[in-house]
């Protein structure tokens, strides 16, 4: 019985966004019942290069199907400049449940950009305007192409407005996607008063003000991924119907960390938890909703949800390169 190896090829082949999407609702639904655990991200500092690792495990369970997993990632600041590696390298180990068998270990890079994505785009299909034809992207980095992937899912996506100072990433990405949308350069309030709008920097001082956002518009907060991170102005906060993944994490390190802990925002602010909303505990977008935020940090079930389409989908189709890891015959 081998274990399937799978690389960044084989994941970004085999975590087609509409499945990952759909396993990453359930996830959701799944965590929101209690059918899931998640014990917290824990962490490995590493000072002396200027790194750490963190580990991600979970387990969850949507009634259809079950699956395992842990996700070892780290951020090495350092990477690309001393040793031409990735600022982020993330490994997956898939596992049975069952047995605890290693199904499958793969890159969890990609795997982490599909989830990311696909979280925004579940959120998006709960609180955007149903008629959503335009999105507004502030960053124009490796995320930012996941999300118009992701939302153009979920969304009649048409108009694609960019908002970068790095005009040279800009440019790479209108090129990309100018035979798919009409896609423009343009400033945050052009990007901000698009139908969707995803923010994807790595800002502390915010950037996004109530002035740059439309009056229905739908924002995907996504960059704020450490304490200390804050995209969006707290007028914008205060405005909002706030959307969240996970209470301890979104508080610790997500969109509203910084506003929450200086008491700006509270609990009476947070209107749920995305898991409410998927299975029908707390409504989405009504007619008389305004700006809504969803505060995306990530959450360890995502990346098990997404491994469990790529393990399927390419075992049935005989991708990856199986390793007897354990060394059991069969």
Not at 79 to 105: K, Q, R, W
């Amino acid at each position: 019985m081998n274990t399937l190896i799978l690389d960044s090829d084989d994941v970004n082949e085999y975590a087609r966004l509409a499945d990952v999407i759909d396993a990453v609702e359930g996830a959701f639904g799944a965590f929101e019942r209690g059918d899931t655990q998640m014990p917290a991200k824990s962490y490995i500092d590493l000072p002396q290069y200027n790194g750490d690792f963190r580990s991600m495990p979970a387990y969850l369970d949507t009634g259809e199907w079950d699956a395992a997993g842990l996700k070892w990632v780290n951020v090495h600041p350092d990477n690309p400049a001393d040793h031409d590696l990735p600022t982020v390298l993330g490994t997956m180990i898939y596992s049975d449940p069952e047995t605890a068998f290693p199904l499958a270990i793969m890159d969890g890079t990609t795997l982490t950009m599909k989830r990311t994505g696909a979280a925004a785009a579940v959120a998006t299909d709960y609180l955007a305007v149903e008629d959503a034809s335009s999105l507004g992207l502030v960053g124009a980095g490796v995320q930012s192409y996941m999300q118009l992937e992701a939302i153009s899912e979920v969304r009649p996506i048409e108009e694609v407005v960019v908002s970068d100072p790095d005009e040279e990433r800009v440019e790479q990405f209108v090129e990309t996607y100018d035979d798919q949308f009409d896609v423009r350069d343009g400033s945050i309030a052009e990007a901000g008063s698009c139908d969707v709008l995803s923010t994807v920097t790595p800002v502390e001082d915010p950037i996004v003000s109530l002035e740059d956002v439309g009056e229905h518009t739908h924002i995907n907060a996504i960059g704020a991924d450490a304490e200390g991170k804050h995209e969006l102005a707290d007028a914008v906060l205060e405005a909002a119907r706030i959307v969240i993944d996970d209470h301890e994490q979104c508080t610790h390190s997500g969109e509203i960390n910084v506003p929450y802990g200086e008491g700006v925002l509270t609990d009476a602010d947070i209107y749920g938890e995305i898991g409410e909303l998927v299975v029908g505990a707390k409504d989405g977008r009504s007619d008389e909703t305004g700006i809504t935020v969803f505060d995306s940090t990530g959450l360890a079930i995502q990346d098990v949800a997404a491994a469990h389409v790529v393990y399927e989908q390419a075992s049935a189709d005989g991708a990856g390169y199986g390793l007897d890891l354990v060394g059991v015959d069969g």
